[in-house]
């Protein structure tokens, strides 16, 4: 609905689809800073998380977004579309790869 208190960070998302998947994840977040923690930390379901988005307004992400992603039909379509287009076939993945800079 575009409410401000709706906001959620794209590694949130994308951690908490993860998380949200049947089996039992490890997932490396990456994160460097304790900023960046903070926000990975609202992937989880048991966080109550407050963080500020790119206009300076805190959002609490009460329950966390796995379980904004698994608990309503709007958060599991979005789980879906977000699964859907991370799919990639691991030649392909492993290809892009091997071109990246750091290897």
């Known amino acids: 609905d575009g409410d401000d208190d709706d ?7 994308a951690l908490a689809a993860i998380l949200a998947q049947p089996f039992q994840p490890r997932v490396l977040s990456g994160a460097v800073t304790a900023g ?16 500020e988005n790119e206009n300076g307004k805190s959002a609490v ?22 699964m859907e287009g991370c799919r990639m076939e691991s030649e ?8 990246l800079k750091w290897n």
Do not use: I
């Not at 960046?36 to 963080?51: I, K, T, W, Y």
């Not at 992400?61 to 977000?82: A, D, I, N, W």
């Open 7 to 13: 906001f959620c960070s794209p590694d949130q998302v």
């Open 36 to 51: 960046q923690l903070r926000s990975n930390l609202g992937a989880l379901s048991f966080s109550d998380v407050s963080e």
């Open 61 to 82: 992400l009460s329950g966390g977004v796995e379980e904004r992603l698994t608990s309503t039909e709007e958060g599991k379509e979005m789980l879906q579309q977000v």
């Open 92 to 99: 392909t993945y492993w290809n892009d790869r091997t071109e």
